[in-house]
């Protein structure tokens, strides 16, 4: 059963900006959190950031909050990672996932569980 899929990806220019939707489904409510990673060609998935639902709180990787938000609908059904002034290290697939439960670090992917499909994002300079 999938549970999470993402969206909004595409082609930008850098310095252009792009929000990344995350579907969740209604069990995804009673888990921990909701996180956003990426991956790009022959690197290692990496965090970008994390919605806490118990705590309405979101973290975001250091290198990255400038530049990137996440944010919900009133709903929680729909979990999004704004980015703005993109650069071409951005590219990557990006890809969300459940974190289900406070154990474990926020930051390491291996604590997720749930992962969508995930959704590219290309520099088209």
């Known amino acids: 059963q999938v549970r999470l899929s993402e969206s909004g990806g595409g082609s930008v220019q850098p310095g252009g900006s792009l929000r990344l939707s995350c579907r969740t489904s209604e069990g995804t409510f009673n888990k921990y959190g909701v996180g956003w990673f990426r991956q790009a060609p022959g690197k290692e998935r990496e965090f970008v950031g994390s919605i806490v639902w118990s705590r309405n709180t979101t973290v975001i990787a250091h290198s990255l909050k400038d530049r990137f938000t996440i944010s919900s609908d009133n709903a929680k059904s729909t979990v999004n990672l704004n980015m703005i002034n993109l650069k071409n290290d951005d590219t990557a697939v990006y890809i969300c996932?459940?974190?289900?439960?406070?154990?474990?670090?926020?930051?390491?992917?291996?604590?997720?569980?749930?992962w969508g499909a995930g959704t590219q994002v290309t520099d088209s300079s």
């Open positions: 996932a459940e974190k289900p439960e406070w154990r474990g670090s926020l930051y390491h992917a291996t604590y997720y569980d749930s």
